[in-house]
Each structure stands twice: as structure tokens, then as C-alpha cells.
């Protein structure tokens, strides 16, 4: 009876499920779970309408690898039932290892583990209870499989992942700079020595699609305040994990209490099935209801931080281009008398970071232009629009951030 599932989607409109192994999947809690994990984390602190999750995403992904599959099919690819299922099932979990407010959090409860090993850990897990039958989407998603093109549409630098998540960004934002005509892309998609090839009359989109992707780093996703209320999120655990280490008298829900009691390494979260089965159940609301409890928390610090994140006072960012000496020691100081505690613990309230990014990696999977004559080039080379400059420069930012006080 459910082996045909449609969801009415803003972006894309009605995406159906016709796979009953597919429909298993979606119906899993450990995928369920992704509707409770927003996918911007707390940009909706500066876009109010970037609530959207990453449940939308995944399922969005899986339309446009459809999409995608099929446009090859009528190039003249052959596909078979089991790759196609198979690379659906890649993309549909690529992100099912996101913990709360996705990258926001990214190995703050458990260091050294990092989203793409989660997510392979979840599918491994998931292999094993269904008897299999996702073998052949490891092999796609970890690139052993010999029709490599496949895993170019989960994981390259024009993946199904990101035509979705710079459409559906731009759209729960509004900011309609950095929308993809994804539609027109994925149309211009060929497949050449087993690899995704973009035909040369869609070298404009694809211009277009690297534009659109700078614009919303720099406008979205390391917008100021957004990097400001996120850092003030990590360092709010930073100092309540501080906290339940010295005295033990911290609570929260019983899974965030889990990662409060016990200190995981990588080696325990690899090892121990019970850890990953407690962090499937983690969520934004686990920590956000943790944070508005802990706003009343004796620790002057903790409980300021958490005032602030809920009642939005978010504190002062500056950026800087290069690093520069930064002169912590009295604006500490004036911030402890302010809170009446001790310097020391407003190191949570007063502090420095640096975030890099760059658009175009070309260590990873080029984006590759196919001309009629048979030759390819790549973008770099066939692109009049090519800025050597701001799409291969590893951009770094330096941030400093202190509360707004009086």
C-alpha cells in the first residue's frame, strides 16, 4: 500500500517515492530524525525563513538525482533498476550523519568525528538490517564502484547535493542571488570516460551555478551575524561541558546528558553501536531545550550566553582580513566585573576565530566541459568568466567577538 509516496515540495513540487526499499528508508527513525536538524543551523537568526531541514534537503537531493538519471538515460547511458535505486539510496543519506543545527556543532560533542564518517556509519548499520541490499550504494558513495560517474552525482563539485542546497537556500532565505536554474544544468549533463561532462552550450549555468555558490557563502552561510550566533552556540557547550566535567551538576535530555557524561573519542563512537544509536536520537531541540534551562544556571557565564541566544542579544563581530594581535586581557576583564565572576571564565564571552573557504577545489573532481568536436576542457580554461582570483583563493576571515555591554 505504500510502495507509491508523493511530498509536494516548494522547490521542486511533487517528488514521488516508487521504491519500496526507498520508502523504507525515508520511513526509518534514524532518517526521520533529520526533520528534527535545521539544515542553516541558526541563520534564521539573520533570515527569518531559513528554517527548512535537512528532511527537505535529502528528499530534494533524491529528486534531482532522479532528474539527473534520467536525462542521461535519454543521452544514451544505460542504467540498470539496481544503479539507479542504488544512487538514489547514496544521495538520499549522504547527510544522515548531521548532528544538531548541522555543521554548526560539527565535533564539538564528539571531537574528531566529522559528519561524512557518521553518515557511513549510519549506512553501514542500515546495510546490516536490511540484509544487504544497500551494498551496492556503499560502493557508489565511497567511489569503488567502476561506473565512477555515479558517485560524481553524489559527491563532486556539481553534485546533486549542492544544485538542491543552493536552490532551496536561496529560496528559504530570499536572497534570489543565489538561486540555480538546476533544471537547465541538469539538462546539459552528459557522461564522458565515466564521468559527469557538462555540454559546452550550458558552460553559462554552470557560470552562473559558481557565482551563485560564492554569493551565498559570502552572503549566507558566513554572513557576520550568522558566524557570530553560531560561534555563540559552540561556546555555550564549550563552557557547559567545562561545567559538568568540574562538577558534575549539569543537566539535560537523557541523550545530550549521555554526551555530558562521557567524553566520547573516536575510537569509542566507531566501536560502540550504543553510542551511535544514542546520537541518532540527538537533536536541535535536545540542545535548544538545554539552553533555555541552563539560562538560569548559577555559572554567570553560561547563564549569560544562553540569555543571549534565546532573547537574540547577540554580541559585537568584527572581521578582519589578516590576523592581528588581539589584546584580550581588559575587555575580559571588564566583561568578568560586569558578570561578576572570574577572567578566566569569560573566555567563552570574549574570543577570537578564524573561518576559510574556497569555491573551487581543484584537487577534487573538476567540472568538465564537453564541445561537440569531442574535446573537453575544463571550466577554468573554458570559461570567459573565470576569476583566477576569488574562485581558487582559500579565502580566510579572522573574527573577533565581545558582548554588548551597558
Known sequence: MNRFKVFNDPIHGFISIESALIFKLIEHPWFQRLRRIKQLGLTDYVYPGAIHTRFHHAIGAYHIMRQALWTLRRKGHEISKQEEEASLIAILLHDMGHGPFSHTLEKCLIPE?????????????????????????????????????????????????????????????????????????????DVLDDHIVVEAKGIHSIEKFLQSRRFMYWQVYLHKTVVCAESMLVKVMERALEIHEETGKLTASPVLQFFLDNRVDVDRFLRDDAVLDTFAKLDDYDIFSAVKEWMNHEDAVLSYL????????????????????????????????????????VKHAVYTFAMSHSLYDKNQTRIKILYKNGKVREISEASEQWDEKSWLKNTTKYYLCTPKLG
Open 306 to 345: 544562553c540569555r543571549c541566544l534565546i532573547d537574540r542579544k547577540l554580541f559585537k563581530i568584527e572581521v578582519f582580513d589578516e590576523a592581528v594581535g588581539f589584546d584580550l586581557d581588559l575587555k575580559r576583564q571588564e566583561v568578568a566585573e560586569v558578570l561578576h565572576t572570574h577572567k578566566d571564565a
Open 113 to 189: 568525528v566529522n559528519h561524512e564518517r557518521i553518515t557511513i556509519l549510519f549506512m553501514e548499520r542500515l546495510n546490516a538490517q536490511f540484509n544487504g541490499e544497500l551494498d551496492l550504494a556503499l560502493d557508489i558513495f565511497h567511489d569503488r564502484y567502476p561506473r565512477r560517474f555515479f558517485h560524481d552525482l553524489v559527491s563532486s563539485q556539481l553534485d546533486m547535493d549542492r544544485l538542491d542546497y543552493l536552490s532551496r537556500d536561496s529560496f528559504f532565505t530570499g536572497v534570489n542571488e543565489g538561486n540555480v536554474n538546476h533544471v537547465r544544468i541538469i539538462d546539459m549533463i
